[in-house]
Nanobody, 121 residues
Framework: QVQLVESGGALVQPGESLTLSCAAS????????MAWYRQVPGKKRELVAAQTNGGSIIYAEAVKGRFTISREIAKNTVYLQLNSPEPEDTAVYYCNAGVRQSLSGTASDYWGQGTQVTVSS
């Protein structure tokens, strides 16, 4: 099995930066993509940022220029740096990974348990 463990969620003031981390462990042959999603009560989970092994990165329009995703591929770890967070960024942030567990296997999606980020003065 594969486990994703997030950390770094906190209560911060508007404009106060923080960094989320997510480490994947378990039966992993390779991870082709790691991403961050977020969800607020009553709304669908939405993509925040994603990065592939090839280095391709995408961001949601709402966070472009403020958030930065990065990976340490050798450590199966992904980070999300939240710069200039706003109250609208308050949500539970989830880590997602596309994992292959063998050379011939297909990739499957795995999720972390989520970490709460609250932006409030």
């Amino acid at each position: 099995q594969v486990q994703l463990v997030e950390s770094g969620g906190a209560l911060v003031q508007p404009g106060e930066s923080l960094t989320l981390s997510c480490a994947a462990s378990g039966s992993i042959f390779s991870i082709w993509r790691m991403a961050w999603y977020r969800q607020v009560p009553g709304k669908k989970r939405e993509l925040v940022a994603a990065q592939t092994n090839g280095g391709s990165i995408i961001y949601a329009e709402a966070v472009k220029g403020r958030f930065t995703i990065s990976r340490e591929i050798a450590k199966n770890t992904v980070y999300l740096q939240l710069n200039s967070p706003e109250p609208e960024d308050t949500a539970v942030y989830y880590c997602n990974a596309g994992v292959r567990q063998s050379l011939s296997g297909t990739a499957s999606d795995y999720w972390g348990q989520g970490t709460q980020v609250t932006v409030s003065s």
